[in-house]
């Protein structure tokens, strides 16, 4: 008989689930009170009078930005150059543009040729180490705008834009 009364005992007595029941309803309050505060302004409430002015001043000067300078873009056709003695196999595929002032534009253009010959030339007497070194893109732009400026003649060609710069 006392098995019998122990496994009443075990069946009937069941968690309460009271806790449970007290936690959702209060979750739902809170919920519901949050959403209450912010939606009537009591919190994260309209714009104060000085944050509306600053994001005025804010707009104000967004609008008063400075124009864009007047500049077009010369592209420079794509050039596979072969890099070393033959031997090793390199190539160098080498993409770029040319920033220049929108009234030489035709100019610069008319003068592609002589461009692609001065760019080809350098880039033919480089070597592979030459183009392996982290700093190098940055020096081999400089040295090819100096080029370009050069057969373009003073400051038509105000930069080289590098599109594509691979090495196979």
């Given at each position: 008989?006392s098995?019998?009364?122990?496994?009443?005992?075990s069946?009937?007595?069941?968690?309460?689930?009271?806790?449970?029941?007290?936690?959702?309803?209060?979750?739902?309050?809170?919920?519901?009170?949050?959403?209450?505060a912010?939606?009537?302004?009591?919190?994260?409430?309209?714009?104060?009078?000085?944050?509306?002015?600053?994001?005025?001043?804010?707009k104000s000067?967004?609008?008063?930005?400075?124009?864009?300078?007047d500049?077009?873009?010369?592209?420079?056709?794509a050039?596979?150059?072969?890099?070393?003695?033959?031997?090793?196999?390199?190539?160098?595929?080498?993409?770029?543009?040319?920033?220049?002032?929108a009234?030489?534009?035709?100019?610069?253009?008319?003068?592609?040729?002589?461009?692609?010959?001065?760019l080809?030339?350098?880039?033919?007497?480089?070597?592979?180490?030459?183009?392996?070194?982290?700093?190098?893109?940055?020096?081999l732009?400089?040295?090819?705008l100096?080029?370009?400026?050069?057969?373009?003649?003073?400051e038509?060609?105000?930069?080289?834009?590098?599109?594509?710069?691979?090495?196979?």
């Amino acid at each position: 008989m006392s098995e019998e009364d122990e496994n009443e005992e075990s069946v009937s007595k069941k968690p309460s689930k009271l806790p449970l029941i007290i936690g959702v309803l209060l979750a739902a309050l809170g919920g519901g009170g949050g959403f209450f505060a912010v939606s009537s302004g009591m919190l994260f409430g309209p714009e104060s009078e000085k944050t509306a002015k600053a994001s005025d001043t804010e707009k104000s000067a967004a609008s008063e930005l400075p124009d864009l300078p007047d500049v077009a873009y010369v592209p420079v056709p794509a050039l596979v150059v072969s890099l070393g003695e033959g031997a090793t196999g390199k190539h160098l595929r080498f993409y770029a543009q040319l920033e220049v002032g929108a009234g030489h534009q035709e100019e610069v253009a008319a003068l592609m040729p002589r461009v692609v010959d001065v760019l080809n030339s350098y880039l033919r007497a480089l070597d592979v180490r030459d183009l392996t070194d982290r700093a190098s893109l940055t020096r081999l732009r400089s040295q090819m705008l100096r080029r370009v400026r050069i057969v373009a003649g003073g400051e038509r060609v105000k930069d080289l834009l590098i599109m594509e710069f691979v090495l196979n």
